[in-house]
């Protein structure tokens, strides 16, 4: 019996009947042998019938379950509250996001929304991942009453959201245009949140950003006077860095002025984001005059700094500048990386410098153990 469990479980990820009546009954540690099935319940045993009615049974349950201008079927929608709240805990999350996971596969957005808002009144939290499922729905839908009002309920019901419900949350505001509703959601959020909604909110434009949805995460940040939130440095940082993958330079720069103009001082996330995109763009003359606004700040050049710094010199035909900075970061006992030496050596060969750009990749492939790596590019601030 216990294998029978197992398969009809993979097959149909916890279906909804099945659990109902699962998690009640008792089996004997001998093969096939039910202990007892509590009275009334309607149970098709495996042996009497193929596996496809059986799953067909699990899932009646579920599908059944709709609403007719708005009324969910009561009885339908108890049995799954009470499945729920009946469950072991360590089966309480499994069951209900099967539930949640059939009701929008058969489009009862309504009724999981529901049975979510019950679950909460009664104590039981699922986790992100059973609002997700519900998010991805409403998206596909493209149904923003919904997807706003399960945002919401997770915002109140979970103390720290992950980045996924964030993205999910962005990617359902791509079908739509209608920049009314985005902004009312926000300003609920930030309400609701408050104090610590500018945390929040920087989080809704960084995943609008991260969605291409440049348009609106800016729409946001320039809501953000009403949303009794000010902008702060990791929300200049986003939108500077957005402005940049944007291709719109110049609203770049306006922007990093206007954070210093507000009292922000930037830091090596905000000149490292300007001197790539400016390099990026070919805007090589600007590269110098921001490295050398950093410098007089005080903040040291990293890796990534002197990544844009020695490909933008190489680029303009500065080589003498480009190996300068090449040396000074090595004094400074910052390792080079492998994208460093090929800019070099491209830039070399380019200006006939062949004799130096091979000692250049002798020494990248003898150092090859000891060049950074993807991770040394991250530096946290302190």
Not at 45 to 52: E, K, T
Not at 108 to 133: E, H, M, W
Not at 299 to 313: H, N, R, V
């Amino acid at each position: 019996m216990r294998n029978f469990v197992n398969v009809v479980e993979r097959s149909f990820s916890l279906s909804s009947s099945l659990l109902l009546h699962l998690h009640k009954v008792q089996f004997s540690p001998r093969k096939n042998c039910i202990i007892s099935i509590p009275v009334g319940s309607h149970w098709i045993s495996p042996h009497l019938a193929p596996i496809s009615e059986v799953i067909d049974h699990c899932k009646r349950l579920t599908t059944r379950v709709s609403f007719d201008e708005g009324e969910v079927k009561d009885d339908n929608l108890s049995q799954m509250l009470n499945a729920v709240e009946n469950a072991p805990e360590s089966a309480t999350s499994k069951i209900g996001t099967a539930y949640l996971h059939n009701l929008c596969k058969a489009g009862n957005l309504f009724t999981a929304v529901r049975l979510l808002q019950l679950l909460c009144d009664k104590n039981i939290f699922l986790g992100p991942s059973a609002y997700n499922i519900i998010l991805v729905a409403a998206s596909e839908k493209n149904d923003i009453a919904i997807l706003s009002q399960v945002f919401k309920d997770l915002i109140v019901s979970c103390q720290s959201l992950p980045s996924t419900s964030y993205l999910k949350l962005a990617r359902g505001f791509v079908k739509t245009d209608d920049d009314v509703q985005l902004l009312r959601l926000v300003k609920e959020v930030s309400e609701m949140t408050f104090p610590s909604n500018l945390m929040v909110v920087n989080r809704i434009i960084f995943a609008f950003a991260e969605c291409g949805q440049f348009d609106k995460a800016l729409l946001i940040f320039e809501q953000m006077e009403n949303l009794k939130c000010k902008p702060d440095l990791v929300t200049y940082n986003t939108v500077l860095d957005l402005l940049g993958h944007a291709g719109r330079i110049d609203e770049m720069l306006c922007e990093f002025a206007s954070m210093k103009e507000a009292g922000i001082h930037p830091d090596f996330i905000s000149y490292n984001t300007l001197l790539n995109q400016l390099r990026k763009v070919g805007r090589l003359d600007l590269c110098s005059v921001y490295f050398q606004d950093m410098v007089e700040s005080g903040i040291e050049p990293d890796l990534l700094t002197y990544t844009a710094l020695i490909g933008s010199f190489g680029q303009s035909g500065n080589i003498e500048e480009s190996l300068r900075l090449f040396n000074e970061m090595k004094t400074k006992q910052i390792r080079p990386s492998i994208y460093i030496y090929r800019s070099l050596i491209a830039s070399l060969k380019k200006m006939g410098k062949v004799e130096l750009a091979m000692n250049l990749l002798e020494e990248m492939n003898a150092s090859m153990s000891n060049l950074a790596s993807p991770k040394d590019f991250k530096r946290t601030r302190k």
